[in-house]
């Protein structure tokens, strides 16, 4: 079964529109951390927010922010008034402390911004 | 700098000839990592080193191998390269396993 899931596959908005990504994730260990990670179209990987399972306030900086809910094992991204250098894909990922060592990724989502 | 680096960015080579793809950190990280990306399939872990001398399987090691003699160091080892190791791997470190990581800025490997 997939840790992560991401199930917007694709996603295309009109430049400012507000867009939300979802991440459902799966794990039965107690103290957990939470990753998003943005991978532009030149292809590096970039970090953007680890929240750790204790931690379930909402975090906003500047035009993204992220709703964590652990009653429904999600983490979702939400960016407000998209520009076109949002257009990239998302990857959600979790690691579990009690193993420690393994990061799971979701399967991302591809989002476009049109101007 | 802070940086991870892979060597080399982009290989083409042949079914069964060995390769390695060299990954190096200078931030003194305790965790390293191999993935491997694919359409439609995100990013799956192949191999982590916690500290040297220690490695781990992740979710893909079959055909792949890897060593961990130095702290910064951390090669990916494909002994016999087949097709269906076509693809884009990305090397990382963090301090620790559910530290963030960083990551190297990918190496295409296209196998024939």
């Known amino acids: 079964a997939q840790k992560v899931t991401q199930a917007q596959t694709e996603i295309s908005v009109v430049e400012k529109e507000d867009v939300t990504l979802d991440c459902v994730y799966e794990?039965?260990?107690?103290?957990?951390?939470l990753f998003w990670y943005k991978q532009p179209p030149s292809g590096e990987l970039v970090f953007l927010i680890r929240?750790?399972?204790?931690?379930?306030q909402n975090e906003i900086s500047g035009r993204y922010s992220w709703n964590f809910q652990k009653s429904t094992s999600s983490f979702n991204f939400t960016i407000t008034a998209s520009q076109v250098v949002d257009s990239a894909v998302y990857f959600c990922a979790l690691s579990e402390a009690d193993t420690g060592n393994q990061f799971y990724f979701g399967t991302g989502t591809s989002l476009t911004v049109i101007p | 700098e802070a940086q991870v680096t892979q060597n080399p960015r982009y290989l083409i080579t042949v079914t069964g000839k060995k390769l390695t793809v060299t990954c190096s950190q200078n931030?003194?990280?305790?965790?390293m990592s191999w993935y491997r990306q694919d359409p439609g399939l995100g990013l799956r872990q192949i191999y982590y080193s916690m500290n040297v001398e220690v490695t781990d399987k992740g979710d893909v090691p079959e055909g792949y191998k890897v060593s961990r003699k130095e702290k910064r160091n951390f090669p990916l080892i494909l002994e016999s390269p087949s097709p269906n190791q076509t693809s884009l791997y990305f090397c990382?470190?963090?301090?620790?396993?559910?530290?963030?990581?960083?990551f190297g800025p990918g190496t295409r490997l296209l196998v024939l």
């Open positions: 794990t039965r260990d107690t103290t957990y951390y």
């Open positions: 931030m003194n990280h305790e965790y």
């Open positions: 929240r750790n399972s204790f931690d379930e």
């Open positions: 990382a470190s963090s301090r620790g396993g559910w530290e963030t990581q960083y």
